[in-house]
């Protein structure tokens, strides 16, 4: 019955190749990770410093950044501006042109996101005289200006008034002969009060004084000057000239980008080249500016803290490897395989590296937000940056096992199992 | 029969060198162990004696797979192992054959439970089965109230037992023993070895290996080794094994 079993045995396998599923092998190495939790933290440090610098230097830079954005100028971000092309063009032939339409204040209401906005431009009358009396020709006020604007820029100028109320649709409309006075221009023609109805004239003609502005957000220039509705602008003395008009437009925070595409187009669906809006600069090529500039040097050293850290990791690896030489040899024994202690290595050195990583994530997250709840900003924190950060840890610490765990499997159980 | 499955018959001894020799390459040529015959059956406890140096490691090795014979055919349950690859002779080593060392080779930071377990996980995918034969093993060693320890806190003799049953717990052909008492006062030695005889006496097939003749005394038959060249003994006193 003794079979000569040696012959016909070759193609086949004696017994079940030796084995390790993954779960089992995260058990093995887990332990071997915690058996020494004090060491094992001290290994993470380089890694949690460096994928935590990392995290926090992105964080902050894109917090601090966003900061500026925000801050830079809040009045900027919501003023767009729409210039006369047309108007420009035409301008060294002489005779005015204008080309926006009459309903212009309530074209630009209309538009989603529009505060309020309108046509204003700079009266330019030769030899003009604006005085508060019908005969006095006082040089003081000569270097008052003369501003046509429609109900609609002026209240996207955001007017605060000294006293007394601004004109309306109603005035602009009829063509009514009433004006504003800026604080310092009534200041030159001596107009202290409006509840005795006092009267600016321009070149002999009365316009009654309805307000006085002490203070704009925009248009500060029109504070030296007298504001005239535009319909009576144009009545009297035509469409503008030297200087063509302007429409001021005042948007909702976020959406002037979206309402310096809209307003050539819905101003004048006829012929909207006439009109060329100006955005504020975008916020996001500003940030982009910025960023490049603060966190090259920091992620230098975060990635200098990495190399550390993995250098840390590889160190003690290669010294448990050493350690637990006669754990190798005891598990060869049993029957693993050189890939499986191969595979327990790196397995605890990329454990140690995610550990590092996880950690250092949160640590970075935690300096952005403290540092954004002191200064009271923002946090912004990318999670195309934050969320793969453990995995550099990961990365790190697979790298760092490589040498150890190739050379842990190189050892013979023989001599291991001397010790 | 399956093709996987080795007939259990007597027929095949456990254990068959034929003129199995190691030399080490000199210059000079170290010749570890001269062309040894030895032929194990089921059940069979051997005793191998010898000072140190003698050769008793390199025999050890050459039946524990850890090492190749320079010449002669080794045949482990009827398999040669020559002609085997080298994952092939890992996987044989797990399957079958239990080591038992004198320095125990405990991993520390793990319990009694999963430093027995451990002797199945590259040979047995099923965690509970692993945890159940563990278990069972550790009973069988008398240690079924210390499953959760951790051997530091175990006494010598307890750590030899953990070991032991680690060496069970895959349920091998043979077991090999290198000096289990080495480390082990005599009482000591004498229950770690009443356990070994225990064992041996439900049909498991050992090779002790010690260079104390007390010890050596106990197993039915007994080989001494002497500068690489082996020796049996006719014990008197146990004709049966003859």
Known sequence: ?419 | MTPTVLPATEAVPVVELRGVAKSYPGPPDVHALLPVDLTLAQGDYLAVAGPSGSGKSTLLNLLGLLDRPTSGTFLLSGVDVAALSEGERTALRGHRIGFVFQAFHLIAYRTALENVALGRLYTDADRKERHDAAKEALRRVGLGHRLHSLPTTLSGGERQRVAIARALVNCPDLVLCDEPTGNLDSATAASVMDLVEELHATGITLIVITHDPVIAARANRRVSILDGRLAEHRPLTVPETA
């Open chain 1, 1 to 419: 019955m003794s079979l000569p079993l040696g012959r016909f045995r070759r193609r086949q396998p004696v017994v079940a190749p030796s084995r390790l599923s993954g779960r089992d092998l995260v058990e093995e190495s887990l332990a071997g990770v915690l058996q020494r939790p004090g060491r094992s933290l001290l290994t993470m440090l380089g890694t949690v410093l460096g994928v935590g610098a990392f995290v926090a230097v992105l964080g902050l830079t894109s917090t601090a950044t966003g900061q500026i954005g925000k801050s830079f100028n809040l009045l900027q971000d919501t003023t767009v501006t729409v210039n006369d092309i047309g108007a420009s063009q035409q301008a060294d032939s002489g005779n005015g042109q204008y080309d926006f339409p009459t309903d212009t204040d309530s074209l630009l209401a209309r538009l989603n996101g529009v505060v309020a906005g309108g046509v204003w431009w700079n009266v330019q009358l030769p030899d003009a005289t604006i005085s508060a009396s019908p005969f006095s020709t006082s040089d003081a006020a000569s270097s008052i200006g003369l501003f046509a604007a429609s109900p609609g820029a002026l209240a996207a100028m955001q007017p605060t008034l000294q006293s007394g109320v601004l004109f309306n649709s109603f005035h602009n409309s009829r063509g009514e002969h009433v004006c504003l006075l800026g604080a310092p221009a009534a200041q030159l023609l001596g107009i202290t009060r409006i509840d005795n109805q006092p009267a600016v004239f321009v070149n002999g003609t009365a316009y009654t004084v309805l307000g006085i502005i002490s203070n704009t957000q925009s248009l500060p220039q029109t504070l030296l000057g007298v504001i005239i509705p535009s319909a009576t602008a144009l009545k009297e003395y035509g469409p503008p000239s030297d200087n063509p008009a302007q429409a001021l437009i005042h948007t909702r925070l976020g959406a002037a980008q979206l309402i310096a595409r809209q307003a050539a187009l819905d101003l004048r669906p006829d012929q909207p080249q006439l009109l060329q809006a100006i955005p504020p600069p975008d916020p996001t090529s500003l940030r982009d500016a910025v960023n490049t500039d603060l966190s090259g040097l920091f992620l230098l050293l975060a990635a200098i803290c990495l190399v550390i850290g993995a250098v840390g990791i590889a160190n003690t690896t290669l010294v448990a490897v050493m350690e637990r030489t006669s754990e190798i040899g005891l598990r060869r024994a049993l029957g693993a395989r050189p890939r499986h202690i191969t595979l327990q290595f790196l397995t605890e050195s990329t454990a140690l590296g995610l550990l590092g990583g996880l950690i250092g994530t949160s640590l970075g997250v935690t300096t952005v937000l403290a540092t954004a709840l002191d200064r009271h900003w923002t946090a912004i924190l990318n999670p195309v940056t934050v969320l793969p950060a453990p995995l550099i840890g990961a990365l790190i610490g697979l790298l760092a096992g490589l040498y150890p765990a190739l050379r842990a499997a190189r050892i013979e159980p023989l001599d291991a199992l001397r010790r």
